[in-house]
């Protein structure tokens, strides 16, 4: 029988972070009840002291679940799995499978962030050329998972795991960031697959500033 919270998850949020959308997919593909409180990054609302005391990092996305709260993106990922997937297809048990998933929500913190997430910071919110070394960084990361995908639908299993809710946000966003994802047709196809799935909410997008190191 699934399990329910006992009372709508807050989420609190930033409507284009796309760290905060990975956590959003979560909530949705799971079908957990949530209410979405926006952060107004902006005018620093996440320096708040209000907000401070919820996440001392200061960033979004934040969740609050009965008496848990729990910040950083990657780690919400976890806890609402095994909280609340009884069927531990998003993170399963198996050593094998879970390490796999551990090892994309790494690339979600590095790789992925070092490349298209930089790259998207430059040409999106500071207005700037985006610096060779990032450029190249990203077209390196998604030329490994253009690779990757040759040989799987999903990447770290033969269905959707937290792999792909990691990596999938700030992939998608990547034309902001001005980069081109026409030549990955296996990573162009693990994004229309990824899109068809059951409860997919799509990235928001936008030309509206956003403040630097303010989502994790």
Known sequence: MPIRPAQPIKFYTYFISGHAHRVELALAMLGLPFERIEVDLPKREHKSPAF??????????????????????NAILVYLAKRYDTTGRWLPDDPVTAARVQRWLSVAAGELYNGPVKARGFALFRKQAVPSDVTDAAKAIFTLLDQHLAMTPFLAAEHPTLADLAIYSYT???????????????LRAW??????????????????????????
């Open 52 to 73: 401070i005391a919820r996440n001392p990092f200061g960033q979004v996305p934040v969740i609050e679940d009965g008496p848990v709260t729990l910040g950083d993106s």
């Open 172 to 186: 998608a966003l990547a034309p902001e960031g001005r980069l081109s994802l026409e030549p990955y047709k296996n």
């Open 191 to 216: 994004l229309a697959r990824f899109e068809a799935l059951p409860g997919f909410v799509p990235v928001r997008r936008s030309t509206l500033p956003e403040p630097t190191e303010a989502a994790a």
